[in-house]
């Protein structure tokens, strides 16, 4: 199997970084004192990479999501409802304004799918799941950011492997039709379905 499961701590450790990590006031270019969009998102790059595209699997690449996707996340990150080992205290950070120039900066940057490891055998596996449970919200392949659901083609795969073991646990709470579609994956396939459908993103390289 190409992709090895790592836990979520062992991932954001190798962010020696990100523990000492912290937006403060001083830092943080003021979006009504003319600061721009491009400024504020000075922040993220150390992680998210310029533009929006991650260089390590650690973090997820943020370029090209729909702005509806990006507020709505950020705000989940804010309010805890959306877990995360980082993002709810640097998105508590920014006024609505701020997220929302951010939102607009960022869904205009194109999305690079990362380069990574997979199992072609899986991968084709995971392509007929995908299209079975996840495609009608996930469209093209888990590419298109038009349905505000984020990006899964080429996304990193630790990260929407984590995602998917938040939502199964319920610590992340799926749209009612989603919850579904995922039970029902899971039910009849049990996580090598899960395993599968990552190593079909992870092979989205194009
Ligand atoms: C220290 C590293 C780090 C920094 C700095 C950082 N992020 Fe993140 N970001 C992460 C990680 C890790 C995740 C996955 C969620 C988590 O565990 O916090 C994430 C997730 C996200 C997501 C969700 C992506 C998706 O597909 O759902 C968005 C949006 C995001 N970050 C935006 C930002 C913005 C905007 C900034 C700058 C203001 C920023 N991040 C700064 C590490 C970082
Ligand atoms: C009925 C529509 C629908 C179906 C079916 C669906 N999803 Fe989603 N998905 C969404 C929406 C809407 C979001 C964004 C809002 C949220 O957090 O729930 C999302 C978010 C996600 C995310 C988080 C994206 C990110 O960038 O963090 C992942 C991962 C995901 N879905 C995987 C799947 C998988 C795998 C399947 C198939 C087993 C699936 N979804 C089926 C609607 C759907």
Not at 118 to 141: N, Q, S, V
Not at 195 to 202: E, H, K, P, V
Request: charged letters at 25%.
């Amino acid at each position: 199997m190409a992709y090895k499961m790592l836990t979520k701590a062992a991932l954001v450790a190798g962010l020696a970084v990100s523990a000492a990590f912290s937006v403060s006031a001083a830092d943080k270019p003021k979006l009504m004192m003319g600061a721009d969009a491009a400024m504020l998102a000075n922040t993220c790059a150390g992680c998210h990479g310029t533009g929006g595209n991650s260089m390590g699997p650690a973090a997820p690449s943020i370029a090209g999501l729909s702005p509806t996707y990006f507020n709505e996340t950020m705000a989940g990150f804010a309010s805890g409802e959306i877990p995360s080992t980082i993002m709810g205290r640097i998105a508590k950070g920014y006024t609505e304004d701020e997220i929302g120039a951010m939102a607009k900066f960022y869904s205009g940057k194109k999305f690079m799918k990362a380069k990574q490891d997979f199992d072609p055998a899986l991968a084709d596996k995971g392509a007929k799941l995908h299209d079975k449970y996840c495609e009608k919200c996930h469209a093209d392949g888990g590419q298109s950011a038009e349905d505000d659901a984020g990006v899964l083609a080429g996304q990193w795969t630790p990260y929407v492997n984590w995602t998917l073991a938040d939502y199964k646990a319920g610590d992340r709470e799926a749209t009612k039709k989603m919850k579904k579609k995922l039970s029902e994956l899971l039910e009849r396939e049990g996580s090598d379905g899960v395993i599968a459908l990552l190593n079909f993103y992870a092979s989205q390289q194009k």
